[in-house]
């Protein structure tokens, strides 16, 4: 995949761009929006990076741990609501062991073995994640955040590009549905690294991609900086489908959070459709759990109110189903 191919997209008119991407979205998904049900477990996290409200510096944050059967009982909302997808999301606490992940994973599986499962739970050693795979995860997401080696290594202290892009490629051997994704509007980032990142993307053939914009917190090296810019944003999700056509791309809850107008959430998740995206994320994290995972400030919620309206207003359809990778249904398709 070459730069310069790239670089054209970006600087094609936005309504052209626009057009293209919806097109491919709805070719491939037969204009369907797919519903995913989170549940952010822990705000506690180990690693110190300099965009996370999370980070294990920060003395201003209540912390929270959801025990095994709260998890348990919150995905059981989501499964009986008959949504087919749930995500388990956390910082890197390594509080919850192999075991105790796995046995949440089971305990899900076994109440309903047709819901999918996807973890996005940071880094662990490597046998961690095979210990998962086996105990019923079917996606991993973890995010990339951007491309640019120097970058990352700046602003992650105590962790390195090429370990998170060796753990991204074992995902893919080991068998999961692998998501990655980059922060769009990070200080210091221009568009060459963004550029890189879809480039990147394509290389480890994501099943997922959560792109979404820098938006600071007030606890954090980078509370200073300028939020990422809407536009911008909304461009690399519709170059991303244009190039990599088959992911799933969620419109993110970060990308609504941009704005302070409640009223605009439903033309914001419009754009997003428009863009490429073809997925949401519901959180179903309990209230007085939820209000304390401040990844960034003035976090907005979704509800599948306005996401319906949304997407209808559209011609699409809201769909509860798994979702799975495109690249998954034709491989099972093909061993049939």
Known sequence: ??????????????????????????????????????????????????????????????????????????????????????????????????????????????????VAITLSIGERKNESYKKFYYAGTDRFLLKHETSNEELYNKIHPDMNFKRRKEILFLLKEIGFQVGAGNIVGLPAQNLEDIIDDIIFMKELDVDMAGIGPFIPQKDTPFKGFPKGDFNLVLKTLAITRIVLKTPNLPATT??????????????????????????VMLSFTPENYKKNYKIYDQRKSLDLKIVKQAAESLGLEISFQRGDSLKKCIQQHQKV
């Open 1 to 114: 995949m070459k730069k310069q191919y790239i670089l054209q997209l970006f600087n094609i008119e936005d309504e052209l761009l626009v057009k293209n991407a919806f097109e491919i979205t709805s070719k491939y998904f037969n204009k369907k929006i797919f519903v995913r049900g989170l549940i952010e477990f822990s705000n506690y996290c180990v690693r110190n990076c300099f965009y996370c409200g999370l980070r294990r510096d920060n003395e201003n944050l209540q912390r929270y741990r959801m025990d095994i059967d709260e998890i348990f009982q919150t995905a059981k909302q989501i499964i009986d609501l008959g949504i087919k997808t749930v995500v388990l999301q956390s910082g890197d606490d390594f509080y919850y062991t192999e075991d105790m992940i796995c046995r949440i994973i089971e305990k899900i599986k076994k109440y309903s073995k047709d």
């Open 254 to 279: 970060a990308t609504v959070s941009l704005f302070d107008d409640e009223m605009k959430k439903v033309e914001i998740l419009k754009k997003c459709f428009l863009s490429g995206a073809n997925v």
